[in-house]
Each structure stands twice: as C-alpha cells, then as structure tokens.
C-alpha cells in the first residue's frame, strides 16, 4: 500500500468532471485541495476518518465552481493557502513559487505553473525528501492540459506558451510521482475522455500528446486547437473566487411554493427551471419553462442558460433530491433560489400547460433534425444532414433552428432543454427525439456521416 491509498482520498465530481482531494496528515488533522463549495462529500470522509481540515489549498481561481476554502476556514479554522499573485480579497496565506508550507511531518512545496489561469499554483507534496506526489490542477492532467482562455482570447497564447513551461516543469520531476489534477473528464476546461482521474510523471511522459510536442509553437497550436466552448458563467465565477464566495450559515432547503406564488414570481422576473425527467415535461410543463433534468451534469447546463441574478422557480417531481439540486446550483454561484412548485399542485390550480412531441428514431420519417450536442460531437458522427448548433448557441440562434425540426443529443435531456428553450422564444413545431445518433443508425440500418 502506498500514501495514496492510505492518507489520500479523491472526491470526484462526475457532473464537472472535477476531482478534490482530502489528505490525512497522520494526527487527526487533513489537508484539502480544491474542493468545491458542497462540501458534502468530503465532509462525510473526514468524519469517517476522524479528520478536521486544518489546510484548504486551492491551485488556482476557479471558473468552473465556487472554492469551498473560505467555508471551511470559517467552519474548522482552515488554513486557506492560494497564490499570492491570485490577489484574493479575504484572509489567507499568499504564497509563491519556491514557498514551502510545513503540514505537521508533511511538507507542501509550491510550484509556478501558469497557463490555466495566470496565478496557478502546483503543490508538491514531500515526506522528507520524498516527492509522493504533485497538485495540479488545471495544468498537467491526464492525457492533456488545460484550457488557456478563460481569461479571454486575447490572452490564450500567451498562457499557452507559459502552460508549455509549466508542463516541462512538471515532467522533470521523477517519473514515479503521482500526479493528481483538479480537472478530468466530463471537464469543458479541456480534459479528454477517459476513466482516469489521476496519473504519474511518467506516464505522462509516455502518453501525453503535449509533452510529446516537438517544440512550443506544435504545443500551442495543438492545446488551442483543441479548445470547445465552455459554459457562460465560467466568465464570472474567478472573480467571485478572488473576492471569496458568501458563506454559508446552515444547511440550505428549498421552500414549497403555491401556485400563486409562482406567478408573482414569475410577474416579478423569476426564471422557471422544470428538473423533472425528459418523458415528464414532455406530457405537460407550465409555458415558459427551461427543461433541464435534475442529473449529474445540471449544475453545467443551469450556469450556461440561465442567468444568476434572477429568482429561480423550480418545478419538481416526487422524490426528487431537493438537496442534490439546491447545491448544484449554489456550487456555481446561484444563489437566488425562490423555491419549488410540484406540477400536479400547478395542473390543480387551473395552470396552463403546454406540451412537446417525443418521438423515436425509427419514426422520425423526413423531418429535418437539429443536433444540439457539442462541435466535438457532431463533427465524430451525426445523422446526414444534420443542422448542429451547440446547445450553448441556441438562445442567440433560435433563429437558425429549421422550422418543425427533431431535436436530439446523445441521449434526449439537452434535445429536451433545447426545444423548451425555443418554445419559449415562440416557435412550435419541434419534436425531442428519444436517444441518439447510435440508436438512429441501428433503427434506420444507415450509417453516420463524419465531419462538419
């Protein structure tokens, strides 16, 4: 058994694609690194663990989702350990590259690796002299490196060119250190598509295509070639990271609502969000809804349509987990949550309703389609002739939708947002299609088409 089975705990976020990461530094106390605003996860394993976080490190200012290190500062008395060139606004422990933070037996030795963001930081963890492994969020990862445009497109190659140095940097270490990222797959900060979450240096040096770039401008032209688009609130929530997010004084709920109060919200501005399943909103939603199913991925899909500074109306099922729903939202800055309203107390108070078609693949005859996955995912292979707009895109193209088109994606929940998201601009006519271009290949016996 080595450290990493011992002391170390990862703490996936399969919706984000994110991993942090809860170290037992052997004396009751832990360290955590860029953990998320739901601290849920990982405060179940240090309870297991008898464990309080005295450290919370953070690598960089996260776009992605809210730190949880100033909780955790507030609730356990953490020490919040953050680069110093970041210029966070609350209390911490400004550090720079060199810098060693003494664990209590375990050392943490701070490296400069800018490219992700302009301030990132690595975290080298070392028993002694013993290098067991390395921090690095947004820099190395598994199998690739992270975006560099977050900060904007006018700054993408330069930090391209500085996640080259910084990636060179981190394969000199030995090639047996573990290598533990923030971002994975399922990541829009550029992550692959992969099982792994963590790595070495040297396996990295085997299989990492941008460590085999021959030279900075191939790495550059490769990594900024490789980037997609990223949800829209990831423009906001590092500033709201360097200023450090509200903390949270109790365990949030979500207040039931009548079907009068609903509609006062909805006169005051309140956004209507309907996270019940696919087949549900389609048999009957209240007009005006965005479909987003209550899923892993529903934090993504919330902080890139709606927007954060209006109430949010959720409409529920039974047995739906209120608190899995309120923290998505609360983890990437939604804070304004006016509550939730069950469709049959809508349907039995004289609601309207409205409806959208599901149909199958084999019953889909001649009508144009709509693919509203990711560029990525259209252009490996989608049904002949295809109009792909991402599904990020449509509120600003809804225009460009073919008129009475079948929606799909690859499996029917983001096909269900987009036609909620065009019925609510006023256009008719749209069916969801019920799974993806695999289950239309099978259906029809014809194959997809590759390319734009």
Known sequence: MGFADDHLTP????????????????DGRALAVDASRDLRALRTAAQRHGLTVAFAADTHLHADFLSGAVQLAHDEGAEVLASAAGHRTFRHH????????????????????????DEHLSFLLLDGTRE???????SLIVGSAARTDLLGADCAEDLARAQYQSLRRLAELPDQVAVWPTHGAGSFCSAPPGAERTTSIGAEKRANPLLAAPDEDSFVRQLLGSLGSYPAYFDRLAETNRRGPAVLGSAPGLTPLTTAEVRRLLGQGAQLVDVRPVADFAAGHIPGAVSVPL???????????????????FVTAPGQDLAELTWQALKIGYE????HVSMSGWAANGGDQETIELVTAARMADRPVLDVRQRTEHTAGHIPGAIGIELGELTARADDAPAGAVVH?????????????????????????????ADWAEATGRPLQAGA
């Open 409 to 437: 994606c690859g499996h029917g929940e983001r096909a269900m947002t987009a036609a909620s998201l065009l019925q609510r601009a006023g256009h008719r006519g749209f069916a969801v299609m019920v799974g993806g271009p």
């Open 94 to 117: 400004g550090l720079g590259d060199g810098d060693e933070v003494d664990l209590g037996g375990l050392t943490l030795r701070v490296l400069a690796t800018p490219g992700h963001t």
């Open 336 to 339: 304004r949550l006016a509550g």
């Open 132 to 138: 067991l492994g390395v921090f690095t969020g947004g």
């Open 11 to 26: 703490l996936v976020d399969e919706g984000l694609g994110n991993s942090a990461y809860l170290i037992d530094l052997g």
């Open 295 to 313: 899923r892993n991925q529903f934090a993504t899909w919330l902080g890139w349509l709606l927007p954060d500074d209006s109430p949010l109306v």
